[in-house]
């Protein structure tokens, strides 16, 4: 037993986070939500390029195969970043399409997905009726009864309190029938699973970039003739932040190494938390700074939230553990 | 990364576990702060020590099966799992043996370690005054240099279980001319029932005598049970709380056991459109799960030769805030048999309501966090 990431899973996650560093995400986010997806493209094509989107496609269809653990440390730093855009979505359509094991579809969309020059976005069933971004990706929608449609276009634009967050209702009329049947649903809920444990990895990564920015600012804001950094009340606030923060990485690390239903509930569970408290802990030690659009730690106090929300939210996760519970432990 | 064990460490898993299944109480032992129960404890303890689990991870020598921290985590999986008793030797065990294993001679250990081990001395904590408590290094008992040894003066207090222990361990003031506080102490050890010593139970909460205040007159103490160089107390004190805060005291097998208990009781009597309170067992559910996971990873960490550090803090923060919430749920799923004193949850809840205030108050311990894991400034302290 090695519950510790490899040294190349580290080196990922590094290599990841230096390129985000310098690819000026915030910026990006500014466009995407002001409608040019421009920016953030050209940060996609970069992350393409290390391979990431890869991650969630088998071999056979230009991907490096479905490797949930190397993924959820790269949506680390996707979240840490706050890159803008369906990145969850995106994986999710590519495990419902490698689920479904149909060789056209995967052929059509699989490569593409890969490579990252084809986003895609997904609702199902059970899950949010609105779509992510559906207007810069290939809008994939499953109803009720088990029917995997392309949406030809989008329905009407919806605000989200997070600009960033592009949603839309799926267009009525469904779009091209791409497959029907049990199998769809069965697909549809390993995607789901999918979707959440890779949310909640972008999750932890909201919430570590919301403390690292929080620290920094506390060290050199001064009050009182002093830095707050050194008020009790404040340093005990960031203690708890990453308190949570520290308690929430493990399960999503075992999460993503075995995917069950009751694992990936509590990851998402305590990601989400963590991160949407990491929010309200950095709004109220920046002050009122931290309550203006201008400063860049908007782009995260703003995504906390929807995010600890998406994919299922912090009730349907602890109904989910508790489901899952066999009768006895061990 | 991976959780799965080896196949050795589930043969060891499987053999503690026999083990276990044939040999703890089929009833629950009688609260081990009364006297009676504290007996019966000891036995459980001479008993465990008998077939050599009383002390897994120490040398054999000592009496343990030097088995690492990893069979050690799952052992204590095991031993919680089973119903098995809480342990009456546990100060001596996580937090003088560390101590020992660190700083003592190995003339000491060989003279300490086997009756702590077998449950024959159990040991109590002497560090606590009445003017010392967070800022312990402000200590005012003092040891005096006599022929051949010491003799210590002064009052500690609040000692686990010293109101029936044999032996405790403290830091005593040797020099108080030194020009710092944490300067002049020195560690040493020393027999509850030698001449000058006063022992005075303390009912905690609930009335039993879990601690107590030692009331020390021109106490004796031979050179011999001075632990490392006199003047280095507060170093050599220092160098084990972590293993108080961290995972020794309070190991995951514990909480896994206690949420598994828990998840019992809400499906035999919880209401199903109370979903507040399902919430609250499932976090439960969820914490104990994390805990343990978070130490697996620490667990790894330390295989590869990482010391305890400053993330024992975050550690015990964490549990003692878990196990209040744990037990505040059971009570709330029992109603109104939550207030019967005999009642399963109600001793573990009062003693879990100490867990922010011993081992260092969380107060103290988000300082550390704030100060050395996030690099905050010290403030006024
Ligand atoms: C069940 C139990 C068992 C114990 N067993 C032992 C034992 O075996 N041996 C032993 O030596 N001791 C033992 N203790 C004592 C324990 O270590 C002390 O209670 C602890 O160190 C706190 O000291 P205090 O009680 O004097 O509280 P104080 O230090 O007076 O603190 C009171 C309150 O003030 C807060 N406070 C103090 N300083 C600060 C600060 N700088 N910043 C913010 N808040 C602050 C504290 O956090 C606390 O909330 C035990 C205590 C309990 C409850």
Redesign the pocket.
Known sequence: MRFLPTDEQSDFARTLRSLLGSAEVPAAVRAWADGDAGPARAVWSRLAGTGLFALAVPEDYEGAGLLPLELSLGFVELGRAGVPGPVVESAAVSVLLTELADEALAKRFLPGLAQGGAPATLTLPGGSPYALDADAAHCFTVSAAGELRLAAGHGARLGSTDPARRLSLPPAGGGELLAAGPAVIRAAGVAGRWARLLTAAQCLGVGEALLARTVEYVKQRTQFGTPIGSF?AVKHRLADTLLDLEFARPLVWAAALSPGPGEVAAAKLAAGEASYRAAMTALQLHGAVGYTEELDLSLWLRKARPLRDAWGSPSACRAEVLRSLTPARR | MELAHTADVEAFRAEARTWLRAHVPARPLPSLETAEGFAAHREWEALLHADRWSVVSWPEEYGGRGVDIVKWLVFEEEYWAAGAPGRVAQ?GISLLAPTLFDHASAQQRARVLPSMASGEAIW?????????????ASLTSRAVRTAGGWLLTGQ???????AFADRAF?IFRTDPDAPKPHQGLTYLMFDLRAPGVTVRPIG?LDGKP??AELFLDQVFVPDEDVIGEPGQGWRIAMSTTGNERGLTLRSPGRFLAAADRLVGLWRAQGDPSDTALRDRVADAVVGARAYELYTWANASRFAAGAAIGAESSLNKVFWSQYDIALHETALDLLGPDAELAEGEWAEPWV?SL?G?????????Q??IIAERLLGLPK???
């Open positions: 009790q | 100060n109590a904590q002497a560090w606590s005054e009445p003017e010392s408590g967070s800022d312990l500690k207090t609040w000692s686990s279980r010293a403290g905690r879990a601690f003693f100490a922010p205030i011993y081992a260092g108050t969380n107060e103290i988000r300082d403030g006024r302290r």
